[in-house]
Nanobody, 127 residues
Framework: QVQLVETGGGLVQSGGSLRLSCAVS????????MGWFRQAPGKEREFVSA????????YYADSVKGRFAVSRDNAKSMVYLQMNSLKPEDTAVYYC????????????????????WGQGTQVTVSS
């Protein structure tokens, strides 16, 4: 049974930090590109960050570049999203997703390119 479980969300003040974790089981983690997406109420799911099965390359949405950092630990089947300098507009449900080992650059950004999704974790940033 394939499972992706996100943890680490919560309520934080503007300027604060959170570290999201995604525990993956039931698949060969080291062969999967991993992505982070988010969805705010009334909005479409949007790309946040992604990295290939080897950890490089890594991609970020312009809105989070310089503030967020994605990483993975293939030995632990974990992917992380360190979020610093959080803003109220970062408020959303954050999802991790697993896909192919590697994509063309544009495919990393597409939700439809990923096969398996977690249930999401809520991040709320107060002003």
């Amino acid at each position: 049974q394939v499972q992706l479980v996100e943890t680490g969300g919560g309520l934080v003040q503007s300027g604060g930090s959170l570290r999201l974790s995604c525990a993956v089981s039931g698949l060969t983690f080291s062969t999967k590109a991993m992505g982070w997406f988010r969805q705010a109420p009334g909005k479409e799911r949007e790309f946040v960050s992604a990295l290939s099965s080897t950890g490089n390359p890594r991609y970020y949405a312009d809105s989070v570049k310089g503030r967020f950092a994605v990483s993975r630990d293939n030995a632990k089947s974990m992917v992380y999203l360190q979020m610093n300098s959080l803003k109220p507009e970062d408020t959303a449900v954050y999802y991790c997703a697993a896909g192919k080992p590697k994509y063309s650059r544009d495919d990393y950004y597409r939700p439809g390119a990923y096969d398996v999704w977690g249930q999401g974790t809520q991040v709320t940033v107060s002003s």
